[in-house]
């Protein structure tokens, strides 16, 4: 039997980059589209070019291989001619596959916000759609206020999509921009629209307002919706998008929509959907929901007592689905075998050489359950897991001792309004028989660390020369000052290669130059330089 | 129109407390139930007598005044007289006003879990139900799978349903155990079952392993059933139960539900929402979450300039609810994306009064403007927002000032295997004419600066004496060690009252300082405290 195709559409970088709090960079933007091209979306939709700086530059080019790279933008004002619309042409400038614009469709907005007519407001996305069009772009429209649209106007709510088709548009986008409409309502909505308009031109949007954007999203599709729209776990405005991540194997995996429907994910590409989630929250420097459903570190961890002795005959009837289709793992190890499973798999990943009867894994395996509870976390810190793993394997030569650190920060009023600030570091370490001191000024104390570290590591010097300090995060547990630090480092070589380092401990400075030490430790490792 | 009564079962106490972390001292249980009766839930699960001495204890009395107070425990076990089965006694022994019973209701659970016959299984659920009447209570029987049990064998998963209400159990309680199922397969199901089970004696209750707790929930009313499960803030094993936090609001507020049903929250009750969510997670000490539907500080901010001027005109055309409804706050983002409108109805919402033809506006918005782009970010810092409104629009007072401080971290080895590891801070600072320097150690830099700077400030001291330091988050943006710091810093007066701050640096230590400077600040001015 055929499947029809379901197009995945994200707005992570649009609809989500309007999360409080989020702020993302040129550079974030394009790990971002890359990571969801790798991970199978049909759209990548990018920003608003013309909105600020950061935008208009990340459109300069197309930013993704096999996805469609969208902008989005207004349609033309009421009243102005499309050759005369600074944001249209905004968009038409821009380097991308696809152009999506935002139209009211809710009878009440036209009148209040845009103070034009209903027709005026029919003729600007028609026009915007074929202009976008004779640009040799596919055209899409996101239908504002759809659904209240509908219940208030259901000819005119109606009118916008069918003039947006009419136009050639490909989409034609429900949104549901409150978020406010329950699942019931949307498939009923849906199900109408449907009957006018092909379903394989229909798109759904929704937003978590009442907890139910994935619910909404799926019975969107049961009721004909061919293209639905969300965000990497759920980013957005107020409440959030509709959550990909957990959109993504519920299409994959779950009968009714398995057997109906083609996704661009493939099952490999969806047993990387944790590390996605995972990767996607490191860099926006937030703790993962552990309770997310299917990627979370709980999504498939049992606690109850009455159900071990079942889990442990048969764990499929305790799971909905198999955590390895997701690339997660089952948390409550069944036997020691799927923990040891998984850390050969690790081992086996970083090129770490192995006998798998060998009795030291399992002192390993303990001590890395160890250092998680600490607060350690090596997901996102390939580098230290690895020299973990070979101290415990063989042995990673004693390149140097740090024998002390002191950092000092000191800021003053030194006259009015004039101020004196300063980060001093002394770094003192021993090379064999050697001793070394090092200070060092930098413009923080984490800084002035790394700095007094690397300013002389005697033979080991030239080997660290072109090291750089890539990416620095900080995240504390149990809030409060007095709580526990995790610090990340990313380092590079200036070249291609990147890897990162943890470091944990109730100060923020010692967690930093655990890191520090570490991604120095890790380079010699990397390159073979003996130990003296 | 009369409606039909709509009962509200909370498992927080038993179910939330599998999930991950999760630990209830007697005190929190019953802080919970209390919660909860409050709120007007109607029934408060409590635990499992006789699992551990904590539950024990919990059911010597009765917890509740108005909800009904419940015991869980298992039916009898086969082979076994009821009279015999020392579960069921400790069930009868609680002081309780309804006891549930949980079995099995998938053939092959039964088979593989119990190792009994399926008619042998139908006889425990029948005479437990039989045993908790006879003692004068209420009875109802979790029916585990039921819904994977349905799609295995409709007619055994009907007859666990059926034999429960026949053996006089007030409800049949269709468990989605694994959380798998989704809310069409729900709805479908139990649309059958209520065809032979009158929906009055049916409730839901639902996990969110596929993001569908809320929406399988709502399918399952729709269906017929006049109970629905869940637990505060969706707490629960693996990706948690229904979470009634969202459940309640679109249940009181949404015309659908509002209009067919009663539930015992009412709208008074309805506006404590928010605290009690928030309450629950300070009980759990861990950070709310700001996207939760209807009780997240973001779930009604608005971001999007386009968004902000139409929302000033008319807030319901933005807003599925309104946030007062459920004691809730419209937050509008002043930042880059939005303008002058968002500015003014952010001022409004602090209380700080200001002509919207004040000139002084306009430079404070500049100042926003410059500052976010310096790395500031207000949306998570409400109180250094206000610092800096109030400052540009008629001054804050000049408390203290900062002379100087000096932090000091140092490590070292002493002995081999043996680390000295020490943060000191001293602050200096100016209250009028008088000085006043104090040191402190800390077990981090930025706790030694804390502990310094409140070590004494005079005249001041007795206004911060109960300031805590509930959340400490840094985030470094443009990579590398040498970029700038953001860190926010929530504070709270150890009873309702929470602010939050931000600091930016180059140095972390100088953002941390920030960021404690402005919450000590923020407290004088909020407590109206005269500068000496």
Redesign the interface.
């Known amino acids: 039997m055929t499947r029809e195709r379901l197009y995945l559409f994200d707005t992570t970088l649009r609809d989500g980059a309007?999360?409080?709090?989020v702020?993302f960079?040129l550079?974030d933007k394009m790990n971002i589209a890359l990571m969801l091209d790798r991970l199978g979306v049909d759209y990548v939709e990018g920003g608003y070019p013309g909105?600020?700086p950061l935008d208009t530059e990340f459109f300069t080019k197309k930013r993704t291989k096999r996805a469609k790279f969208c902008a989005f933008g207004?349609t033309k004002r009421a009243g102005r001619s499309i050759g005369n619309d600074p944001g249209v042409a905004g968009l038409l400038a821009s380097d991308t596959d696809a152009i999506v614009y935002v139209a009211k469709s809710?009878d009440?907005?036209v009148h209040?916000?845009l103070g034009c007519t209903l027709e005026e407001n029919l003729e600007c996305i028609a026009e915007s759609v074929r202009a976008a069009i004779d640009s040799g772009r596919e055209a899409m429209v996101d239908l504002e206020?759809f659904f209240d649209g509908y219940k208030a106007n259901p000819d005119y709510a109606l009118a916008c999509a069918a003039t947006t088709i009419r136009s050639g548009a490909r989409w034609a986008v429900m949104c549901d921009?409150?978020?406010?409409?329950?699942?019931?309502?949307i498939e009923r909505i849906v199900a109408e629209v449907a009957r006018v308009i092909p379903g394989d031109r229909l798109a759904i949007h929704a937003h978590?307002?009442?907890?139910?954007a994935?619910?909404?999203s799926?019975?969107a599709i049961?009721a004909g919706a061919r293209q639905v729209q969300g965000t990497l776990n759920?980013l957005g405005?107020?409440?959030?998008n509709a959550?990909l991540v957990?959109?993504i194997p519920?299409l994959a995996l779950?009968d009714?929509f398995a057997k109906a429907f083609e996704i661009g994910v493939t099952p490999e590409a969806l047993k990387e959907i944790t590390l996605v989630s995972r990767a996607f929250d490191e860099l926006l420097?937030r703790s993962p929901n552990?309770?997310?459903?299917?990627v979370?570190?709980?999504?498939?961890?049992?606690?109850?007592g009455?159900h071990a002795?079942?889990l442990a005959?048969?764990p499929r009837?305790?799971?909905?689905?198999t955590p390895d289709s997701v690339g997660n793992k089952r948390?409550i190890l069944v036997s020691d075998q799927a923990g040891r499973s998984n850390l050969l798999s690790e081992l086996a990943r970083l090129g770490v050489e192995c006998d798998p009867a060998d009795p030291r894994l399992n002192r390993l395996l303990e001590t890395v359950k160890e250092r998680e509870s600490q607060g350690f976390a090596y997901e996102g810190a390939d580098a230290s897991f690895e020299l973990l793993a070979r101290a415990a394997l063989g042995g990673v030569p004693d390149f140097f001792?740090?024998?002390?650190?002191?950092?000092?920060?000191?800021?003053?009023?030194v006259a009015p309004g004039v101020t004196y600030?300063a980060?001093q570091a002394v770094v003192?370490i021993r090379i064999g028989d050697d001793g070394f001191i090092s200070a060092a000024e930098?413009?923080?104390?984490?800084?002035a660390l790394?700095l007094a570290l690397r300013k002389d590591l005697g033979v080991y010097q030239k080997h660290i020369e072109n090291l750089?300090?890539?990416?620095?995060?900080?995240?504390?547990f149990?809030?409060?000052?007095?709580?526990v630090?995790r610090v990340l480092?990313?380092f590079g070589d200036g070249d291609r290669d990147t890897w990162s380092t943890v470091g944990v401990?109730?100060?923020?400075?010692?967690a930093?130059?655990q890191a520090l030490v570490e991604g120095i430790v890790y380079r010699l490792v990397k390159l073979g330089v003996p130990a003296q």
């Open positions: 309007l999360t409080t709090g702020d960079s550079d909105a600020n207004m809710w009440y907005h209040v916000a206020h921009t409150n978020g406010g409409t329950l699942p019931h309502e978590n307002d009442t907890g139910n994935v619910a909404n799926l019975a049961r759920g405005e107020r409440c959030g959550n957990t959109l519920t779950k009714e420097n552990r309770h997310a459903p299917y979370g570190a709980s999504a498939f961890a049992t606690k109850a009455i002795s079942a005959k048969d009837t305790y799971e909905h689905v948390a001792e740090v024998e002390s650190f002191h950092v000092g920060v000191e800021r003053k009023v600030s980060s003192k930098g413009n923080g104390p984490v800084n790394d750089v300090l890539r990416d620095y995060r900080v995240r504390v149990q809030g409060g000052t007095d709580a630090t480092i990313e401990s109730g100060n923020v400075i010692d930093s130059f």
